[in-house]
């Protein structure tokens, strides 16, 4: 039926140099992260503020990370702003693309999720003594990462996921760019890709259940 | 000493304080009573800055508080404010929803913010509820909490805006003897209420509100036993 042979000997011969493609893209995804949600809090405080310049600045960045395909992201992260003489490695680009996502997609989360405040929270703090930007550091902004904690997740998903695309910038240390490159040398596509989602699927799957546990440990209330 | 000078606030069309004059003397506890919507409790939040006003003045111990030079939040430290809807803060524990103002706004350290909370939360009985998040507290536990809350920052002035209104029939009481506990220590304090015992018993004076104007002020003995005009009359009667 199929003239094809499975060679999956091949394919798992190179695994160790999958997996430490997989090292890449976990660290790219968990940086992309972490900076995207504290962009992603500067953003949403950027929202809040009485400021058209900074409300402004904070939805284009949403409408444009949410509305255009993160590779376009990622591109112009490299080629784009290289147009302007700026030259970045891919992986930092890939990092710097993602991170843009991540942030954009973020910020949203936290404006669904302050709504699910009252703003008599605030207002609590506020006649406490507490400055607009304590009330919002100490009592609304745990409230909001705590609500927000399961797209966060999604999110972090999503990171791991994006980081495929920075074969398109010529990224080939991570998982992605480890496999097309040894696609290239075996032509063992079928075995390779297999092999590379399956991978892709349990980190995913890692960092859903590493999720868990960590809300359980801190959303004790 | 808490001034207020002809006082004038709108909400969009509606005019809902009509010009209040009122002073509060140190020591003394003035209740406040009146139908909703006559602005008791917009003048409340007045009073520690949480809402402008379009006219008029306030002064709490000779500043004032709507001034543009006025810091806000160095003046609310002086006066504490309680809700209706008591506002537990969700993510902290009891002892921390406690702490947190005194850490944060007073520098307070740790441990000296830790034990002036625990006496508070003990004065008010819930010593024995520290590590507690609020949702497991009842209603009237919740209530005594933010008053504790509010104490903790050891205030001159305390604003209470309708505390029990909220509140459970049976819970009411915990939360009143509460008030009554501070009044006897000598707390200058401003109870928006619809509590007319309570009123009637810890008040020196009690001012009626009706429709954004103050109509009567007077000792509780006076206003409840000889009400001079028709609308206390109709609603003395109405929440007798």
């Known amino acids: ?221 | 000493m808490i001034e207020i000078q002809n006082v004038r606030k709108s909400f969009g069309a509606l005019e809902v304080l009509k010009g209040i004059d009122l002073t509060v003397h140190n020591g003394e506890v003035l209740t406040i009573i009146g139908g909703s919507g006559s602005g008791k409790s917009t003048l409340l939040t007045c009073i520690n800055g949480l809402e402008p006003i379009d006219s008029g003045r306030i002064l709490v111990d000779g500043t004032e508080v709507h001034a543009r030079s006025t810091d806000l939040n160095k003046l609310r430290q002086k006066i504490g404010i309680v809700f209706q809807q008591w506002n537990a803060f969700p993510h902290l524990t009891v002892l921390e929803n406690v702490m947190l103002a005194p850490r944060k706004v007073k520098g307070m350290s740790k441990p000296d913010a830790e034990a002036m909370a625990v006496k508070q939360l003990e004065h008010v009985g819930l010593g024995d509820k520290l590590s507690v998040y609020p949702s497991r507290l009842s209603g009237g536990q919740q209530q005594r909490m933010a008053i504790a809350r509010a104490l903790a920052m050891s205030p001159k002035y305390m604003l209470f805006d309708e505390v029990t209104s909220a509140l459970d029939p049976m819970l009411v009481g915990e939360v009143l003897d509460t008030l009554r506990l501070l009044a006897s220590d000598g707390m200058t304090m401003i109870c928006v209420t619809h509590e007319m015992k309570f009123a009637r018993e810890v008040s020196d004076r009690v001012a009626f509100f009706h429709q954004g104007v103050m109509a009567e002020i007077a000792p509780p003995a006076e206003l409840f036993g000889a009400p001079k005009s028709p609308d206390l009359q109709k609603f003395l009667a109405a929440t007798a």
Do not use: C
């Open chain 1, 1 to 221: 039926m199929f003239n094809y042979t499975f060679q999956w000997k091949q394919a798992l011969a190179r695994l160790p140099q999958m997996l430490d493609g997989a090292v890449v893209t976990m660290q790219v995804a968990l940086l992309s992260m972490a900076i995207g949600i504290a962009l992603a809090v500067v953003l949403t405080l950027f929202r809040l503020s009485r400021s058209r310049i900074l409300s402004g600045i904070a939805t284009s960045w949403v409408e444009i990370a949410r509305n255009t395909p993160a590779l376009f992201q990622i591109y112009m992260a490299h080629f784009g702003v290289a147009s302007f003489g700026i030259h970045f490695s891919p992986w930092t680009s890939l990092l710097l693309g993602i991170t843009f996502n991540n942030a954009g997609y973020l910020a949203e989360n936290f404006r669904g999720a302050l709504k699910a405040i009252p703003d008599t929270q605030a207002r609590a703090g506020r006649s406490l003594g507490l400055s607009e930007l304590q009330a919002f550091r100490f009592i609304v902004m745990p409230q909001m990462l705590r609500i927000s904690f399961l797209p966060m997740t999604n999110q972090m998903v999503w990171a791991i996921l994006m980081t495929s695309l920075g074969v398109t910038v010529g990224m080939n240390t991570d998982l992605y760019g480890v496999t097309q490159d040894l696609n290239a040398l075996t032509f063992r596509t079928f075995e390779l890709f297999a092999v590379a989602a399956v991978i892709f699927y349990l980190i995913t799957k890692i960092i859903q259940l590493g999720a868990r546990l960590l809300a359980r440990r801190m959303f004790r209330y």
